[in-house]
Every structure is written in structure tokens, then in C-alpha cells.
């Protein structure tokens, strides 16, 4: 691993694997992949992840650890997920605040309910997690449609349960726009709502627009032009934090893609100084 500050990042999707192996260092900082696509992969894919590790560093964002969830962690998969992350130096590892597993795997993304008790038991899960994984991880806001049960709000619960885990914050920007449109909060309250010390990378991607009034988070177009202001406000608040464009499916030419990256790198140089209120 090259030791390099990391502020502008890619998702590092099999689908990409050609042109990001023909990259040229320097147009991106860093690389993220998902462990579970990786983990105990070797041939041709396994040798190609090598290649990229060695001229990249990598960050890691987790699809299924079920933070939410009530079947007991996978203490086996956090084993082999730690193994992994000290293999390829990870420093940045980040999970979905989410679950998406009950006996058996949802094949999705679920809100957790936004209660009290919810925090209590997400929080102990993040904790356990931290210590079999001997690193401290970071939560991801995801994106939701049918609202969970709310004794709270979602920023609330957020905040308590990164108190109480004291576990760090991915920030999803386009999530907050999502949530904030379909919801109806205020996107700039939100982000000037979390603790600034808590958020140790950010992601970008894009949505789409089913209706004025309904977002969907995709992964699968370019960042839209609101998402970008939120974006240039986030730097504002939380500094040049480690950021990664995700593009899951659709994937245009490489050239486009590192044109988002370029304008992330943009606004973090622009608006990423001292943090502000």
C-alpha cells in the first residue's frame, strides 16, 4: 500500500476492473471495495485486486454485517473481514446503519426503527463488532422510503448511537438529499446537526427523480447539481474528508466517471479549510 493522504476515491466495481487497471496513478487517491466481494476471491479477479492494492490504497465499505439485525453477528465473516483489512492496510472501514439480515438474508438495505432501545442494541452490536474487528468502524446514513417507527428523529438517532457506540460516521450526501426531499427535513440542518469530530469520509452518488417529491438512490446515474451544492457544504462543515464517488451499474467511460472524481477533489480544495459551524 502507498502511504498517500486520502481525499478523492472510486468504488472498485468488477465491471470497472479493465479501465482501473490501465489508470494512471495520481487520478484518484484511493480505491473502496466492498470485503465481501473479495474476500477469499483468488485467479485471474483475485491477482487483479493485488495489482490495484499495490498502487492504491484501500478503503473498505461492508454490505453485510446486519447492524441492526437480531441474529447474532457473524463472529467467523468479522474474523476473515478483519484478516482482510490488515492484509491491504485498511484504514477506513464504514458499515450501512441498516440491517438486512433475520434468519436468514433480506437482500436489502432496512432502516432501523428510530427508537431507544433500537440505539441500545445497534450500539452493542457496533461495539462488538469494533472489538472482534480491532479497529474503530464507521456507520453509514442510508437511504429509506417507508419510514421505520420514529420515537425520534433520524438525525437524533444517529447522534446517540454514535455517542453511545462511539464508533465514527460515513456521510452519505446524496442519502441526506435523498431522505431530506422524500422526508421533508432540511438537508442543511441535518448536516449542521451531526458531530463534526464524528465524520471520517463521505460519499457522493447519484439518484433518481421518480416524482418532485420522490428521490430514489440509485448508484447508477451521474451526481445531480443539488447534490453537488450539498456536497460543497458538507466540506464546509467537516473539512476534505475521504470521499468516494459510487457508480454501481450503467458505467460510463472511465473519462466521465474521474470527471466527478475531479470535481469532488474541486470542492474539497475550495471548500474543505477549517471546518466552520
Same mark, same amino acid.
Given at each position: 500500500m502507498i502511504d498517500t493522504p486520502l481525499h478523492t476515491g472510486l468504488g472498485l466495481r468488477r465491471g470497472l476492473l479493465p479501465e482501473l487497471l490501465e489508470m494512471q496513478a495520481g487520478e484518484v487517491d484511493f480505491l473502496e471495495c466492498a470485503p465481501e466481494n473479495w474476500i477469499g476471491v483468488g485467479g485471474a479477479f483475485g491477482q487483479k485486486l493485488e495489482c490495484l492494492a499495490e498502487r492504491f490504497p484501500i478503503a473498505c465499505h461492508g454490505l &453485510?454485517? &446486519?447492524?441492526?439485525?437480531? =441474529? %447474532?453477528?457473524?463472529? =467467523?465473516f468479522l474474523g476473515l473481514t478483519r484478516r482482510f483489512l490488515d492484509r491491504h492496510q485498511v484504514n477506513?472501514?464504514?458499515?450501512?446503519? &441498516?440491517?438486512? &439480515?433475520?434468519?436468514?438474508?433480506?437482500? #436489502?438495505l432496512l432502516p432501523i426503527p428510530f427508537t431507544e432501545e433500537a440505539v441500545h442494541h445497534v450500539s452493542a452490536r457496533i461495539r462488538q463488532a469494533q472489538d472482534l474487528l480491532g479497529r474503530r468502524i464507521a456507520v453509514e446514513n442510508i437511504s429509506y422510503y417507508a419510514a421505520p417507527y420514529q420515537a425520534m428523529s433520524e438525525l437524533d438517532f444517529i447522534r446517540a448511537v454514535l455517542d453511545e !457506540? @462511539?464508533? #465514527?460516521?460515513?456521510?452519505?450526501?446524496?442519502?441526506?438529499?435523498?431522505? !431530506?426531499?422524500?422526508?421533508?427535513?432540511? $438537508?442543511?440542518? +441535518?448536516?449542521?446537526?451531526?458531530p463534526r469530530e464524528r465524520v471520517v469520509g463521505m460519499h457522493v452518488a447519484g439518484h433518481y427523480d421518480e416524482a418532485p417529491d420522490l428521490k430514489v438512490d440509485t448508484h447508477g446515474a451521474p451526481v445531480k447539481e @443539488?447534490?453537488? $451544492?450539498? +456536497? !460543497?457544504?458538507?466540506?464546509?462543515? +467537516?473539512? =476534505? *474528508? %475521504?470521499?468516494?464517488?459510487?457508480?454501481? +451499474?450503467?458505467? %460510463? %467511460?472511465? $473519462?466521465?466517471?474521474? =470527471?466527478?472524481?475531479?470535481?469532488?477533489?474541486?470542492? *474539497? *480544495?475550495?471548500?474543505?479549510?477549517?471546518?466552520?459551524?
Open positions: &453485510s454485517l &446486519s447492524l441492526g439485525g437480531t =441474529a %447474532p453477528l457473524d463472529e =467467523a477506513l472501514y464504514s458499515e450501512h446503519l &441498516s440491517y438486512c &439480515s433475520d434468519d436468514g438474508h433480506l437482500y #436489502d !457506540a @462511539d464508533c #465514527d460516521l460515513l456521510l452519505d450526501v446524496n442519502n441526506v438529499f435523498v431522505n !431530506a426531499c422524500n422526508h421533508r427535513y432540511e $438537508a442543511h440542518a +441535518f448536516l449542521a446537526g451531526i @443539488d447534490v453537488w $451544492a450539498l +456536497f !460543497a457544504r458538507a466540506c464546509e462543515r +467537516f473539512g =476534505a *474528508q %475521504p470521499t468516494v464517488l459510487e457508480r454501481d +451499474f450503467n458505467y %460510463p %467511460p472511465l $473519462a466521465e466517471l474521474l =470527471a466527478e472524481t475531479a470535481r469532488i477533489r474541486d470542492l *474539497q *480544495q475550495r471548500h474543505g479549510g477549517p471546518r466552520h459551524g
